[in-house]
């Protein structure tokens, strides 16, 4: 599949939530290892050009902006042409690509620039549609942090990003699924439905698989280690061992700090492993999810052993996995990689939901999935710092999610 290139074309009006999707999309993608880049045409604009576009910038009968926009558009799809085809797996062209023209000239455009059969791109479009107000106004409000409007006050700036619509509203041309001649998926959010036609293989059913789970959540995402295990005292990896005194009392902290943060403890969704040493540590909570999804990585052979009686038993064992942590599979046993795929879905099951969430984890566990919130390269994934004792909270932000680490042993 490496010689196959995907170019993703967003399709839609002004804040309809291409831009959240568009992001959440390529982050989810990186994490699984897909190099995946966002080429957004309104950023290219921006940067282009000086001042401020008002929406006079828009309307279309204004053919001196019409072509300046037209222009950047072009060169912002032909960057991320250039750099799928030399770099990446998956190009997403984040823009409104509102007419049929438009589409058909990036399409053309894809085909011209491949001067081999070796290398081939596949394009899918994806379109949002939404006429809900409230969805709408909260993406106009995002708007107002862009250079777009910076220091215009409020009222002027919605005002002026309502004209901006209705200019693109002229002349937008919704896909019509019959007609369409590539893979698509259309997503209605006012009536939360997802139409697809030609979804076929492994990434478009990756991609197909994420925006069916994917929402806007308000609550915070919290993760912990277990407390102190018996195996932790005595430095052993794996096995399936009970809390320590000190994880014991680790767990009453925990539940402590949640009715400090929760207002309503019965809102809480609480995930564990199904290892002895997570689901003690939320003993005290009403109910939980065990799940063998989230159980430590498996570290094979070395397993119930110490660092110590692996460099004596298996000296190469280490020397490998220290060369590459991210890819190294402990013989009979697993690598970072392996719990990528296998919680992916799990990523899904929170993603979908809107609620907060607790998630009592492992190191291996909550590393990938701080990788993944966090949008962190995954090369850095195995070398995240994860301790015990502390709670990662993640609060959701118009640019991802902002964590914060709560210390609750000294």
Not at 65 to 89: P, R, V
Not at 158 to 170: A, G
Request: aromatic residues 10%; hydrophobic residues 35%.
């Amino acid at each position: 599949m490496s010689n196959k290139k995907l170019i993703i074309i967003m399709v839609g009006l002004p804040a309809r939530g291409k831009s959240y999707i568009s992001n959440n999309l390529a982050k989810y993608l990186n994490w699984m290892g897909l190099k995946t880049k966002v080429f957004n045409s309104g950023n290219s604009r921006r940067s282009n050009l000086e001042g401020i576009q008002t929406s006079d910038f828009f309307d279309p009968n204004n053919k001196a902006c019409a072509t300046i926009k037209e222009n950047i558009s072009i060169k912002t799809y032909n960057e991320l042409l250039n750099w799928t085809y030399l770099l990446g797996d998956i190009g997403i062209f984040d823009s409104t690509n509102s007419t049929l023209k438009r589409r058909e000239y990036l399409v053309n455009e894809s085909e011209k620039y491949i001067d081999n059969k070796e290398t081939v791109f596949d394009i899918i479009f994806i379109e949002v549609k939404c006429n809900n107000k409230t969805i709408i106004n909260k993406n106009i409000l995002l708007k107002q942090l862009t250079l777009d409007y910076k220091n215009t006050d409020n009222n002027t700036a919605i005002e002026d990003f309502n004209q901006r619509i209705k200019y693109y509203e002229k002349i937008y041309t919704t896909i019509n699924i019959n007609n369409c001649k590539h893979s698509f998926i259309s997503l209605d959010r006012d009536n939360d439905i997802i139409t697809s036609k030609s979804i076929r293989g492994g990434r478009k059913t990756i991609i197909m698989d994420f925006l069916l789970n994917l929402r806007i959540s308000n609550f915070p995402i919290y993760l912990s280690r277990h407390g102190e295990s018996l195996h932790n005292v005595a430095k052993k990896l794996g096995g399936d061992s009970k809390l320590s005194e000190r994880g014991a009392i680790y767990s009453r902290l925990l539940f402590n700090y949640m009715k400090t943060e929760i207002n309503d403890m019965d809102k809480l969704t609480i995930f564990t492993s199904s290892l002895k040493r997570t689901k003690e540590t939320v003993a005290l909570f009403n109910n939980h999810t065990p799940n063998k999804i989230l159980d430590e990585i498996n570290a094979g052979v070395c397993s119930n052993m110490t660092i110590r009686d692996i460099s004596e038993k298996y000296p190469d064992i280490l020397k490998c996995r220290s060369l590459d942590k991210l890819n190294y599979r402990y013989p009979e046993g697993e690598s970072y990689r392996d719990i990528c795929i296998r919680i992916r879905s799990f990523i899904y099951e929170l993603e979908s939901r809107n609620s907060p969430i607790l998630v009592v984890g492992h190191r291996a566990i909550n590393r990938v999935l701080l990788a993944y919130f966090l949008n962190i390269n995954v090369k850095d994934m195995p070398h995240i710092e994860i301790n015990l004792g502390e709670v990662i909270k993640l609060t959701p932000s118009s640019k991802g999610y902002i964590k914060e680490i709560i210390k609750l042993e000294d």
